[in-house]
């Protein structure tokens, strides 16, 4: 008789899928930290204002670098209108 404790051999090798869905969401808070401080660290800021924007990249995990994300892109995307010549 099949004990239903024992483990096959194969099924050994397999993580369990709660440990992939925390190394998933690890790799995208790992990558979303770091683009955050790229993106923070090639835009001119007063000093003041640019060490508030990096506590708040790396103290509130994921909707710090999120928010700073969108945001940087909202600029960009204000400051590329405001430089295109005016459409007739």
Known sequence: ??????VEGWRLL???PY???WSAALVVLVGLTVAA???WSRRREPA???LGTLALI????VLGPATYLAAAALDRRAED???APPKD
């Open 81 to 83: 209108r405001a430089a």
């Open 58 to 61: 790396v103290l509130v995990p």
């Open 37 to 39: 401080v790229l993106v």
């Open 48 to 50: 003041s204002s640019a």
């Open 19 to 21: 440990d992939l869905l």
């Open 14 to 16: 397999l993580p369990a």
């Open 1 to 6: 008789m099949h004990q239903r404790d024992t």
